[in-house]
Every structure is written in structure tokens, then in C-alpha cells.
């Protein structure tokens, strides 16, 4: 089948949490005129080959204004800030009459992103954790004896390290954390430059380290929240991209602060 006949959809890649092109986490948005079969879906984020591609459908249920979606290469996933963010971006960008834009999804309720300055700020779930001995994940990490480990029902392990040095240090057993299945683990510790500081592993779907992680940070934020006795801190995701966000507890919901920059436009031929 020629180029001409094949179904043409827009497709935009921006940096999350971006102070500059090349920095931050890459995400592709599609917006689409209706659902593709799941399969599709996923072979279009494995071909992307980013660590995320958020789908995006009108809501004709009125509960939002999209319907959003995200896939690894590997798997759909129940939460993903920094497409989120990237989404919002995607779509306020193209209208400057709008202020913010909401998200229904099928695992994370609704969500919302907008405008914050020359950034946003978006909404994302607070999920309560359980204190839980993870050794097998402390032992993959191979980070050492952890201050503090916790376990989310979502597939989450928070692991609370010392200091920022040995955050910048970990080298994972990464066949070990795919050993261990359905996991995203979180390693944090106070920072060196910003209150917090963090890297996030999670070889099951197909992404060694992720480069900045909006989930995580909803994931962490009522730790640190409780640990510093405020609200608000500034976080930096030390991955080779790097990225800072900024964090604050707000009832049900956990708000994400961070730049966007749009680094791609064009066409996917399905």
C-alpha cells in the first residue's frame, strides 16, 4: 500500500519537565478521531519507541474534556504524569483562549493540566502507600540498606535512600527488576540541589530508567511532604535527561509543576 492510501495521523513529541530541548522526559501525543483497536495502540508506541505515547480522544461523555490513554513499547499504563503534562501542552498550545484542559482515564479518575506561568501545573492522584520490607527490590537496586521502603497497590515501590550521592551511584540489576515483574521502583533521597532528588527503574515495560517520572513524583510527594512538614518542595529526577519538578500536596490529589517544550511535528502512516 502506497504512502497515499494509508491512514495519516498527527503525531507531536515534546520534552516534559523541559528546561531546554534534549532535557526532560520525551513523550509522543496523538490525538485521535476515535479508539484504535489496543493492539494498534501499542504497536504505535512500540514503534515510537519512547518511554511514553499518550492517545487522545474527544470525551463524548461530557465527564472531561479528553479521553487519555498511554502506552510504553511494552504495555498500557494506569498512570503517566509526564504525558499528561506533555498532553496538556499539546492542546494549549494550539489554543490560547484556553486556560486548562481535563482528562478522563480508565485507571487515574480525572486529570487536569494548566497554565502556570511559562509552564503548567497539573493534577495527578495522591495514592497511599503501605510500609512493607521490599528485599528483593533493595537488593536489585543495589543501593544498600534503605531508610525506609514503601509499597503501593498501583506496582509502585518507594525506597528512601540517605543522601543525593547515593541516588547519583545506582546501578541496578536490571534483569533482577524484570525478574520481578509488574514494578516501577522509586529510589529518593533529600537532595543536593533541590529538596528532593530521585531516579526511577521499571525494566517491565521496557524502560530501563525512565528520565523524568510524573507518576513517581505524585508517588513520593505525601512522603516528603510529611517528612518535611510542608506542602511544597522542588524535586530534581537525576537520569542522564534530568528534570525538576516542582511538587505540592493538595488533598486527593497530588499538583505537578514543570516546562514543555515541543521538539517534533508530523505525520504517522498507519
Known amino acids: 500500500m502506497t504512502a497515499a492510501h494509508r491512514t495519516r495521523l498527527p ?25 484504535l483497536d ?7 508506541a512500540g514503534e515510537n519507541n519512547l518511554s511514553e505515547t499518550a492517545f487522545l480522544v474527544a470525551d463524548a461523555t461530557g465527564a472531561a474534556d ?11 499504563v494506569a498512570l503517566c504524569g509526564h504525558a499528561t503534562i506533555a498532553s496538556g501542552h499539546y492542546l494549549l498550545e494550539r489554543d490560547a483562549a484556553l486556560t486548562r484542559v481535563t482528562f478522563r482515564t480508565r485507571q487515574a479518575g480525572i486529570l487536569w493540566v494548566e497554565r502556570d506561568g511559562e509552564g503548567y501545573r497539573m493534577a495527578l492522584p495522591n495514592w497511599a502507600p503501605t510500609p512493607m520490607k521490599l528485599p528483593d527490590i533493595v537488593a536489585a537496586i543495589g543501593a544498600g540498606p534503605a531508610v525506609e521502603t514503601l509499597w503501593y497497590p498501583t506496582g509502585y515501590a518507594l525506597i528512601v535512600l540517605e543522601n543525593a550521592a547515593q541516588i547519583r551511584a ?15 521502583a522509586v529510589v529518593t533521597a533529600p537532595g543536593d540541589t533541590t ?11 521496557d524502560i530501563a530508567e525512565d528520565p523524568v517520572t510524573g507518576s513517581a513524583h505524585a508517588v513520593m510527594t505525601p512522603y516528603w511532604a510529611a517528612r518535611l512538614g510542608r ?15 516542582a511538587c505540592r500536596l493538595d488533598g486527593d490529589y497530588v499538583i505537578l509543576g514543570g516546562r514543555c517544550i515541543t521538539v517534533m511535528e508530523g505525520v504517522f502512516l498507519l
Do not use: C
Not at 489496543?38 to 504505535?44: A, R, Y
Not at 479528553?66 to 498500557?76: K, S
Not at 529538596?195 to 515495560?205: E, G, K, N
Open 11 to 35: 503525531i507531536t513529541q515534546i520534552d516534559a519537565f523541559a528546561d531546554a530541548a534534549f532535557t526532560g522526559n520525551p513523550a509522543a501525543v496523538m490525538p485521535l478521531d476515535a479508539w
Open 38 to 44: 489496543d493492539d494498534v495502540l501499542l504497536s504505535i
Open 66 to 76: 479528553y479521553e487519555l490513554r498511554w502506552f510504553t513499547p511494552a504495555a498500557e
Open 170 to 184: 545506582l546501578k541496578p540489576d536490571q534483569r533482577a527488576l524484570a525478574a520481578l515483574g509488574k514494578l516501577v
Open 195 to 205: 529538596d528532593v532528588i530521585s531516579r526511577v527503574f521499571t525494566p517491565y515495560y
Open 231 to 245: 506542602d511544597s518542595f522542588t524535586a530534581y529526577q537525576a537520569s542522564a535527561r534530568g528534570g525538576h519538578v
